[in-house]
């Protein structure tokens, strides 16, 4: 166990990385963060900040020495920064588990393992593999990059000649390895955060509802209105990955929902943006939850306080500096909770704040938490 009292070592200074501080700091550890920029959320939260690259190997030592067990909030965290913290610190999750999870390709040969439906589709390293895939699986169908793709980050969609002629020319042009996805209908998305500590103790969360818009989460909405059979099959995969991956902290399982039928979309071994209702609606937040399981602590309670909860990410609209929040005394009167992370910069679609609601229900959540937002504006300096 590692005792309160501790160090804590964070790779990354983002949101995730700022809201892991909070109940860290709460249960008495100490925060050490690696961040590459100035502008990031978790600095102001850390006793002890190194501001590097990633890539800096001996930077990512640093940080490991200075702690007595490290994490990470950004799954692109290069593999041999993640190797050279296991030399001097336990690293949670593991960096194999991280590693697998930084290629579509190696991510879905292990959920093929388990036997854990995911989009058909296959890796393709060329144009004429491209070709080939169209043959086999047909349009509408998607090519993402295996590696480094975020928010939908990476991503074509392929429905018709022209957008097929411009996944060409992408692959064609680029020298890394893509997964070709056929397009999967689906009524609903999901996505389970499961905790499992070092015991083998596990608690998932019940699954979250999520609604995107140009591929970023816009809309979480708990508890999620699949069917039962879909709610018990997504946490079983869940659990299934869990296990098969070695886990301890937190990580996620994105899904989509067919009746009672579930894919997996992807895996991120991590705290996540769907789980950030659970501060206030859960009755152990999920950056609780995952400070506990690295330190082996007893996990807590993932259960919903109310009838129901909601979020909605507040996005960067321009380019601007210094960012203040306007409206956040109409959304506070209604009832929601304001979240601003910090970041100095305003950048189109960046994520720069959250709102929860929690409410008798997930519809009276979702009103609440879009009439709050509706409110809120950002505005420079
Ligand atoms: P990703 O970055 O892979 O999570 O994709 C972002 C979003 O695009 C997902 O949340 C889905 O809404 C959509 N999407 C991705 N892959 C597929 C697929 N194979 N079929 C249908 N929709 C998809």
């Given at each position: ?88 610190a336990p690293l949670h999750p593991n960096a194999a588990l991280l590693e697998l999870t930084q290629d579509r390709n190696v991510e879905h040969a292990f959920l093929d393992r388990l036997g854990i439906p995911t989009a058909p589709g296959c890796a393709i390293h060329s144009a004429a593999d491209l070709t080939a895939a169209v043959v086999r699986f047909g349009l509408p169908a998607r090519i993402k990059s295996a590696r480094g793709g975020y ?151 993932p259960a919903l306080r109310s009838g129901g909860a909601a979020m909605v990410n507040l996005l960067g609209a321009s380019e601007r500096r210094r960012v203040r929040l306007d409206g956040a005394a109409e959304a506070l009167t ?48």
């Amino acid at each position: 166990m590692i005792l309160p009292g501790s160090t804590i070592g964070i790779l990354g200074g983002g949101q995730l990385g700022r809201m892991l501080a909070v109940p860290a700091r709460q249960l008495g550890y100490g925060v050490a963060v690696l961040a590459p920029s100035g502008d990031a959320p978790a600095l102001g939260l850390a006793d002890h900040a190194i501001r590097a690259s990633f890539d800096d190997l001996d930077a990512a030592r640093q940080l490991a020495q200075l702690s007595d067990v490290v994490t990470y909030e950004f799954e692109n965290v290069p593999g041999a920064a993640a190797r050279a913290v296991e030399e001097h610190a336990p690293l949670h999750p593991n960096a194999a588990l991280l590693e697998l999870t930084q290629d579509r390709n190696v991510e879905h040969a292990f959920l093929d393992r388990l036997g854990i439906p995911t989009a058909p589709g296959c890796a393709i390293h060329s144009a004429a593999d491209l070709t080939a895939a169209v043959v086999r699986f047909g349009l509408p169908a998607r090519i993402k990059s295996a590696r480094g793709g975020y928010d939908g980050g990476g991503q074509l969609r392929i429905t018709d000649a022209e957008s097929l002629h411009a996944a060409h020319v992408k692959i064609s042009l680029s020298s890394g390895a893509w997964r070709f996805e056929a397009e999967v209908p689906f009524e609903c998305e999901l996505s389970v955060v499961v905790a499992r500590s070092a015991s083998g103790e596990l608690v998932p969360f019940a699954p979250f509802e999520n609604e995107h818009l140009h591929g970023v989460l816009h809309l979480t909405r708990w508890p999620a209105r699949a069917s039962e059979g879909a709610l018990g099959r997504a946490l079983e995969v869940a659990r299934a990955v869990a296990e098969a991956g070695g886990l301890v902290g937190v990580m996620c399982v994105e899904l989509f929902v067919e009746g009672d039928d579930v894919r997996v979309n992807e895996l991120a071994p991590r705290v996540h943006n769907s789980g950030h209702l659970t501060i206030e609606a859960a009755a152990t937040s999920q950056f609780e939850q995952h400070i506990r399981a690295i330190c082996g602590l007893p996990l807590g309670s993932p259960a919903l306080r109310s009838g129901g909860a909601a979020m909605v990410n507040l996005l960067g609209a321009s380019e601007r500096r210094r960012v203040r929040l306007d409206g956040a005394a109409e959304a506070l009167t209604l009832g929601a909770r304001v979240h601003l992370y910090g970041k100095d910069r305003e950048r189109p679609g960046r994520k720069m704040g959250h709102v929860t609601a929690v409410g008798s229900s997930g519809d009276e959540a979702v009103a609440t938490a879009l009439s709050a937002t509706s409110s809120l504006r950002l505005v420079g300096a």
